[in-house]
């Protein structure tokens, strides 16, 4: 499984981001896509998940309002559009699929809020 995130990068704060993560394969094979976060010095917590079969979505209470998760199946690609960005945004964030009990992870991008 590869996933490939792509977008971050560095950006004032109250701007946006759209962050990609592309699939080699179908991304309709996975239950659950997601996309996780870790700041220097933190843990990585969840910021957004969306049900493959369904598209019901989930936020970290953080991101609510600001950050919207969506897919695209015929791309094989979930996104994370990210708005009103905030330094405290600033992190790596990585992809990552759940298939059955399989755990993936793709490569973290780096993204930077100046304030």
């Known amino acids: 499984v590869q996933l490939q995130a792509s977008g971050g990068g560095l950006v004032q704060a109250g701007g946006s981001l759209r962050l990609s993560c592309a699939h080699s394969?179908?991304?309709?094979?996975?239950?659950?896509l997601g996309w996780y976060r870790q700041a220097p010095g933190k843990q990585r917590d969840m910021v957004a998940t969306?049900?493959?079969?369904?598209?019901?979505?989930t936020y970290a209470d953080s991101v609510k309002g600001r950050f919207t998760i969506s897919r695209d199946n015929a791309k094989n690609t979930v996104y994370l559009q990210m708005n009103s960005l905030k330094p405290e945004d600033t992190a790596v964030y990585s992809c990552n699929a759940v298939r059955g009990y399989q755990n993936y992870w793709g490569q973290g991008t780096l993204v930077t809020v100046s304030s």
């Open positions: 969306i049900i493959s079969s369904s598209g019901r979505t």
């Open positions: 394969g179908s991304i309709r094979s996975f239950n659950v």
